[in-house]
């Protein structure tokens, strides 16, 4: 009975890898016909040109097929005083916002302030703002390529 039971395996385990293959050449084949397609729009190909097209075509059918990508660790890339690698060397529109918006909120429920309040200050807004100018906040900007890599960049280190 084990051996009927491996054998019934082993067919079923072909007939997936089959459907998989079929499945992979129907994609190749319309992104190889889409690819004519586009190539022979509305114009009729001289011979070289024709031998052009199917010589691409054969290279991209010969091309690898990726299905998983490897998996990539996110990693701190080491920030130097004065050395920011990722983004611009000052804090963006939407950081600034972002601080000045956490700011104000923990001034408005009672934080203390870093600096002494200016007499034009008339919201916690105007305060969060001030702080932010002179760079007396504690706060760390992490900036994230899309492979997840990360910077972490002290608000000191931004040209003001």
Same mark, same amino acid.
């Given at each position: 009975m084990s051996e009927s039971n491996e054998q019934e395996l082993a067919v079923e385990k072909e007939i997936?890898?089959?459907e998989a293959v079929v499945e992979e050449n129907i994609g190749l084949t319309k992104a190889l016909d889409t690819y004519r397609k586009l190539n022979e729009a509305n114009k009729e190909l001289t011979e070289k040109e024709q031998a052009s097209l199917e010589k691409k075509l054969t290279e991209i059918e010969k091309r690898e097929i990726i299905e998983i990508d490897p998996v990539h660790e996110p990693t701190e890339i080491p920030v130097e005083k004065g050395k920011i690698t990722i983004g611009p060397p000052t804090l963006t529109r939407f950081e600034r916002a972002r601080i000045m918006g956490a700011r *104000? $909120?923990?001034l408005s429920l009672g934080a203390p302030t870093f600096i002494s309040i200016p007499e034009t200050a008339r919201t916690? $807004?105007?305060? *969060? #703002?001030?702080? #932010?100018?002179?760079r007396v906040l504690p706060i760390v900007i992490r900036r994230v390529l899309p492979n997840g890599d990360y910077q972490n960049i002290p608000i000191d280190y931004f040209k003001k």
């Open positions: 997936e890898e089959s *104000a $909120l923990q916690s $807004l105007d305060i *969060a #703002l001030e702080e #932010l100018d002179q």
